[in-house]
């Protein structure tokens, strides 16, 4: 999608800082940190949001996951604990239409609900 800031990151045409590559997901360092560690991963497919997933993107959003563990083990954050979030939609909070998965870690962070 030509509009996506997160496309445009994958395709290299905006700066940032990466910290994991592979030929299905991009993560990097959000610009705005909610958290000492605060990282999105991204798959390098366009979706709009967990509304617009198809039973394909399983295995996708699965590696998703996967390099969020990966990723937490890296950053020193994994012994400790650390958050996942998936925003979907405007009360949620999702700010961009493309599926992402927040890293959040680094200190205590406050109970939800």
Do not use: W
């Not at 994958?10 to 610009?31: H, M, Y």
Request: hydrophobic share 40%.
């Amino acid at each position: 999608m030509s509009d996506c800031i997160f496309c445009k990151i994958i395709k290299g045409d905006i700066p940032s800082t990466n910290v994991f590559r592979d030929e299905q997901v991009t993560a990097f360092r959000d610009i705005h940190p909610a958290a000492p560690t605060h990282i999105l991963i991204v798959p390098n497919k366009h979706i709009d949001g967990v509304d617009t997933l198809a039973g394909e993107d399983e295995p996708l959003i699965g590696h998703l996951f996967s390099v969020a563990k990966q990723l937490a083990v890296q950053e020193g954050i994994a012994e400790k604990g650390y958050r996942l979030i998936i925003n979907t939609g405007e009360h949620a909070g999702q700010t961009v239409n493309h599926v992402h998965l927040h890293l959040l870690g680094g200190k205590p962070m406050q109970l939800m609900g």
